[in-house]
């Protein structure tokens, strides 16, 4: 998969993103576009090509997603295309390049107006609740329903988790994934037991409606393979350079590369090994197969400042759906 940052730049401040403290001088793409054809028809290991693009925001600049996703459909016939939005920006045009190419396309929204306008709004303070709503209503009205919903809680909100999936369920919006926000610090024991209490609450939810569509927060956790970060997966910064994870973007001690050059096979092998290596605190663990953070060095990396440092966020919520759920 190939996921494009077309800009770093965002109309937003939610101020749980960790996209905030990002190391990049580049925001917008600066790189010609058949050298991110040459390196897909180098590096592609699916039959289909599939492409991601993500930001920053990245329909901040719609015109170079619709520049890149023509000259890519153009090139690759069997091309698949999804985005990672926020939901705020819409147009004629961007409702236009969504019906055409676009097959997913995940938009963020954190459960009803006063859960989400607390922590996604702009720089000035201004909640963007009303204009994601917005944004699906008119999707839908051009009968584009290949949504997928993400939701972020935390430790402020977790109380209501249950409730803002129901509000939202009771608003149409199905399928919301929530996830934890596993960058804050100020998780602990008795905000895991409520959390338990929410899950618990949502299962009996979906019970009486008796709705496959409504997702339950780590329902289904099966073991993880191995990372593919630069084996076949590929993140393209907005200066073509590229990177093995999203958590890594715009870090140059996992830079591999570059669109025009190619990929720095020494330094992948490095990465390779990196990946393999065992994390000594995870010890016998059984629940490490499934764990997101023995899988994935970057996010403890990005967190904890070191790739062999499990996040105890990632390990309590493993442990609260495997062993008491």
Not at 10 to 36: A, G
Not at 239 to 249: A, E, H
Request: aromatic share 10%; proline share 4%.
């Amino acid at each position: 998969m190939f996921n494009i940052w077309v800009t770093n730049r965002c109309n937003l401040r939610c101020d749980y993103c960790y996209e905030k403290n990002m190391n990049t001088s580049c925001k917008d793409i600066s790189y010609d576009v058949k050298d991110l054809i040459s390196f897909i028809a180098k590096n592609n290991v699916r039959e289909d090509v599939k492409v991601n693009f993500h930001g920053g925001e990245p329909l901040v600049r719609a015109d170079l997603v619709k520049t890149f996703t023509e000259a890519i459909q153009k090139e690759f016939e069997d091309s698949v295309f999804t985005i990672t939005t926020n939901g705020t920006i819409l147009n004629e045009e961007i409702l236009q390049l969504f019906y055409t190419y676009f097959s997913e396309i995940t938009i963020s929204i954190d459960g009803p107006k006063e859960i989400h306008d607390r922590h996604r709004h702009d720089a000035h303070g201004q909640g963007s609740f009303d204009k994601v709503m917005h944004t699906i209503e008119e999707l839908r009205k051009k009968d584009i329903d290949n949504l997928r919903f993400r939701m972020t809680f935390t430790p402020e909100n977790i109380g209501c988790l249950a409730d803002s999936i129901m509000t939202l369920y009771d608003l149409g919006i199905k399928g919301v994934v929530a996830i934890p926000d596993s960058f804050s610090p100020d998780w602990n024991e008795a905000l895991l037991d409520v959390y338990v209490e929410q899950v618990k609450r949502l299962r009996a939810f979906k019970e009486e409606k008796k709705d496959e569509d409504i997702e339950i927060p780590g329902e289904g956790r099966r073991p993880k393979g191995p990372c593919r970060g630069g084996f076949g997966t590929y993140n393209i910064n907005s200066d073509g350079r590229i990177y093995p994870c999203t958590y890594t973007v715009g870090n140059e001690k996992y830079c591999i590369g570059d669109v025009a050059s190619g990929i720095d096979q020494e330094r992948l092998q490095e990465l390779q090994k990196m990946y393999t290596d065992p994390i000594p605190k995870c010890g016998d663990c059984t629940a490490k197969k499934y764990c997101d953070s023995y899988r994935c060095r970057f996010v403890n990396e990005c967190i904890n400042g070191d790739p062999f440092a499990p996040v105890g966020a990632i390990c309590a919520f493993l442990n609260a759906d495997l062993l008491r759920l």
